[in-house]
Each structure stands twice: as structure tokens, then as C-alpha cells.
């Protein structure tokens, strides 16, 4: 499925449930595929992706981060996991996402924001990992386009989370 395909909708105006829960399912196939290039247009240009140090963490700016990335952070990571030059992702891990309890947080005319959970399985070295994330979406429509305005993945375990990540949660 195209990134046109998979985010251009009929219907204008609000987002609906069905449409962020089949966006965000596409979002985790295109992760677990490493297809990093037709993730980044996924993003409004003001986009921000972040995984909190601190599972309660609020104020991103000033808190340290796993990562809070921008447009130009985005294109960065995707740049360094898809060269080989990331020792995190040499050699790159396999993984499998279920993303599942959508929950809605907030309603606007054109966006909508929600809480998912997320189950990550990860294979690399022999060795499974498994990793549980609370997820907020906020996702806006853009020309009649479905956009990933900003992610946020609070891992349940980010307290003694000390493993290198090499791929995008």
C-alpha cells in the first residue's frame, strides 16, 4: 500500500476512529517493514516524534528524551538506520507491533487525538525482546491527507531502560 493510498481519505473535515485506527496500523507496518522513507512524509513539518526518559514526563523541551525529533531529526535517524552506520541497527533487529486499546483524547475539526497501547516483540542476536509502550497520537488532515502531527511513546519499562534502540518505536 502507497503512503498516498494509505492516508488520503473521501471524506473531508474530522477524523474519524476507524480512519486514525487504519492510519496508525499502517504507520506500525511501514516500522516493522524498516520502510523509513514512506514513513517520513507521514509528518506534518512541525511534526514531533518523542520517546520520554520519564513515563510522566509533560514538558518535552526540558526533559531529557530518548528522543524528541523534528523534521530535520527525523531525516537524520531514518539517514544514519538506513546507512549501516548505526551500530544500534548493524545489523538491524526484527520486530512485530501490536497496537491495539484506541482510545480517544480529543476531537477537533480536522484532527483528532488518541491513546493507544503497544506491544513491541523485537528478535536481534538470538535474543527476543518485548517491550510495552502507552502511545498518543495526534493526527491532522492536511489537503485531504492524514498526517502524524506528533507521537509520543511512553515505555512502560523507561526506568531501567538502558538497551540501545535501533529502529523507530
Not at 4 to 28: C, V
Not at 59 to 75: I, K, P, W
Not at 100 to 119: K, P, Y
Request: hydrophobic residues 45%; proline residues 3%; contains cysteine.
Amino acid at each position: 500500500m502507497s503512503t498516498a493510498t494509505m492516508t488520503k481519505t473521501a471524506t473531508k473535515g474530522g477524523i474519524t476512529l476507524d480512519e486514525a485506527t487504519r492510519f496508525i496500523w499502517a504507520e506500525a507496518d511501514l516500522l516493522d517493514r524498516l520502510d523509513y522513507k514512506p514513513w517520513l512524509p507521514l509528518w506534518t513539518q512541525d511534526g514531533r516524534y518523542t520517546i520520554p526518559v520519564e513515563h510522566d514526563a509533560d514538558d518535552f523541551e526540558n526533559q531529557l528524551n530518548v528522543a524528541h525529533d523534528d523534521a530535520a531529526m527525523r531525516e537524520a535517524r531514518v539517514k544514519r538506520l538506513l546507512s549501516g552506520f548505526s551500530m544500534s541497527a548493524a545489523p538491524p533487529a526484527r520486530t512485530v507491533r501490536t497496537i491495539s486499546r484506541f482510545v480517544v483524547t480529543g476531537e477537533q475539526a480536522d484532527a483528532i487525538e488518541l491513546r493507544a497501547a503497544m506491544v513491541l516483540v523485537e528478535y536481534k542476536y538470538e535474543r527476543t525482546r518485548v517491550l510495552a509502550a502507552d502511545v498518543t497520537y495526534r493526527l491532522v488532515r492536511e489537503d485531504g491527507v492524514i498526517k502524524l502531527d506528533r507521537k509520543v511513546v511512553r515505555l512502560a519499562n523507561c526506568d531501567d531502560f538502558l538497551h540501545g534502540i535501533g529502529y523507530l518505536l
